[in-house]
């Protein structure tokens, strides 16, 4: 069974980059697509973006200047990347296997990440 | 972007009621469309892909229907541990989006 865990720090300062790393279990990350999602404090979810199996990526026009995702297959792990971020990037973010059948069908527990001073 | 809108955004129902939530996508989405659960401080889970399939190990009281840009997720006998947060995705074209949620309560 494939597992997903997020790892990162918990608290960010304003302007900084928010940095996670999503670790796979159970499975290999390769000819798989990969995703993160995020959601704010009682709010619903938005996509950040996604990374292929062949390394391309796609992102979520809102974020698409601030957001870079890579994935490290020797490793079995992707990640994400946020510069310069505020108190609105506030989240609990989840990683997530993106099926080729066009759905998220295996997701991590999901981190908190608050950005404060 | 596909702008996704359920409703109701909150129910009340009881235990073996039938509840039924919509979801309406801004344009024809074909059946790109996924619903998952959301438990109180947990991560979502796949319920239905494809606007109509069922997720493995997922209730068959589940069901979804529709096409185009009119969607529904059917309970078709309210279980207890069916409480929660239900959302739609489109996964039609990027940017993927979810709607904005219906939370369910057991009466």
């Known amino acids: 069974q494939v597992q997903l865990q997020e790892s990162g720090p918990g608290l960010v300062k304003p302007s900084e980059t928010l940095s996670l790393t999503c670790t796979v279990s159970?499975?290999?990350?390769?000819?798989?697509?990969w995703t993160w999602i995020r959601q704010s404090p009682g709010k619903g979810l938005e996509w950040i973006g996604y990374i292929d199996h062949s390394g391309n990526t796609n992102y979520n026009p809102s974020l698409k200047s601030r957001v870079t995702i890579s994935v490290d297959t020797s490793k079995n792990k992707f990640s994400l990347k946020m510069r310069s971020v505020t108190a609105a990037d506030t989240a609990v973010y989840y990683c997530?296997?993106?099926?080729?059948?066009?759905?998220?069908?295996?997701w991590g527990q999901g981190t908190l990440v608050t950005v404060s001073s | 972007d596909i702008q996704m809108t359920q409703s109701p955004s909150s129910l009340s129902a009881s235990v073996g009621d039938r509840v039924t939530i919509t979801c309406r996508a801004s344009?024809?989405?074909?059946?790109?469309l996924n619903w998952y659960q959301q438990k109180p401080g947990k991560a979502p889970k796949l319920l239905i892909y494809a606007a109509s399939s069922l997720q493995r190990g997922v209730p068959s009281g589940f069901s979804g229907s529709g096409s185009g840009t009119d969607f529904t997720l059917t309970i078709s006998s309210l279980q207890p541990e069916d409480f929660g947060a239900y959302y739609c995705q489109q996964t039609y074209s990027d940017p993927v989006t979810f709607g904005g949620g219906t939370k369910v309560e057991i009466k």
């Open positions: 997530a296997r993106y099926s080729s059948g066009w759905y998220f069908d295996h």
């Open positions: 344009q024809n989405i074909t059946n790109y």
């Open positions: 159970g499975g290999s990350i390769t000819n798989y697509s």
